[in-house]
């Protein structure tokens, strides 16, 4: 690896970074000028284009994953599917579920994502963020950008996948999603998740 520069120590710390092969690590550090961070990036990027292809494929393996809290007062389980057995039995896919349940119970999405959520509900939020608008007297040929703002960061608070990771929230759960998808080379999604609480109201 001298003729490029790129030491088998850097192709090492990429791969174990990213689970990528190694001759396209070496690839992507030598594309990057042997940039670390330049050489991820590119490497998520490929991955992430490569998991969106695999989106018309089905998914219908995966795990039931269960998490309780500390004393047992909360409580969730997610479905996530993946394609083939052989990765819902790999040690990444169950973490992976883990990290989600953990998320579900701490953060308590009431949505799966947008699409998920009731008409009525959206327009109710949008008859809510327009009364704003005249109460707060904004400029009227404003308030349809002002809405759609108020309404993507509703989807952010209720929604599964855009929620920031409860551990990292530099990314959403969506973005944790792909990055697994990429990783493990197959379409993996969330199905439905569960919260629980105790004392919390039925409905």
């Known amino acids: 690896m001298a003729e490029t520069g790129i030491s088998a120590q850097q192709v090492k710390e990429l791969r174990t970074k ?16 042997g940039d670390m961070d330049k050489a991820v990036r590119l490497l998520r990027e490929k991955g992430l284009a490569t998991a969106k292809k695999r989106q018309e494929k089905t998914a219908d393996q ?16 997610v479905e996530i599917n993946c394609e083939t057995d052989f990765v819902a039995r790999n040690a990444e896919f169950g973490e992976l579920a883990h990290q989600v349940a953990l998320h579900v119970a701490a953060l308590k999405p009431q949505y799966l994502d947008r699409d998920s959520v009731p008409e009525e509900t959206v327009a109710s939020e949008k008859e809510i963020y327009r009364a704003r608008c005249e109460v707060e007297g904004k400029p009227e040929k404003v308030w349809d950008r002002i809405i759609s703002g108020m309404l993507d960061k509703y989807f952010q608070d ?14 959403t759960v969506a973005d944790l999603i792909n990055e697994a998808a990429a990783k493990m080379g197959e379409k993996i999604e969330v199905r439905r998740f569960i919260r629980y609480q105790v004392g919390e109201e039925l409905e």
Request: with cysteine; charged share 20%.
């Open 18 to 33: 990213t689970g990528v092969g190694m001759m396209d690590c070496k690839k992507a550090l030598a594309e990057c000028g």
């Open 62 to 77: 995966g795990v039931i994953e269960a998490y309780l809290h500390i004393g047992q007062q909360i409580g969730s389980m």
């Open 158 to 171: 209720v929604c599964l996948l855009e929620q920031p990771f409860v551990k990292d929230p530099s990314k």
